[in-house]
Nanobody
């Protein structure tokens, strides 16, 4: 089992920066990938950025060049620069683990990011 706690969301103006954090605890040695997702009302949860155990990363086209995902052991971060109103949403962290029963995904509770114009 893995427990995830996010922090760092808030209300900022366009152009500002925020840093989201996700702290993992529990069976974190089996983490294969860590990711950030964003969800807005009435829409599905979309992938924003992912970092794999080998260090490779991928970003949604809308955040490339502005957001940076990183990790430090069982902690994950999302540095968000040059924020835009369309970045507004609830950000969830997710860890993918692999164990004796196969792959599992764990989710944090979400943190609200609101960017005003």
């Amino acid at each position: 089992q893995v427990q995830l706690v996010e922090s760092g969301g808030g209300l900022v103006q366009a152009g500002a920066s925020l840093r989201l954090s996700c702290a993992g605890s529990g069976t974190t040695f089996s983490i294969k990938a860590m990711a950030w997702y964003r969800q807005t009302p009435g829409k599905q949860r979309d992938l924003v950025a992912i970092i794999r155990s080998g260090g490779s990363t991928n970003y949604a086209d809308s955040v490339k060049g502005r957001f940076t995902i990183s990790r430090d052991s069982a902690k994950m971060y999302l540095q968000m620069n040059s924020l835009k109103p369309e970045d507004t949403g609830v950000y969830y962290c997710s860890y993918e683990t692999y164990g004796s029963t196969g792959y599992k995904n764990y989710w944090g509770q979400g943190t609200q990011v609101t960017v005003s114009s």
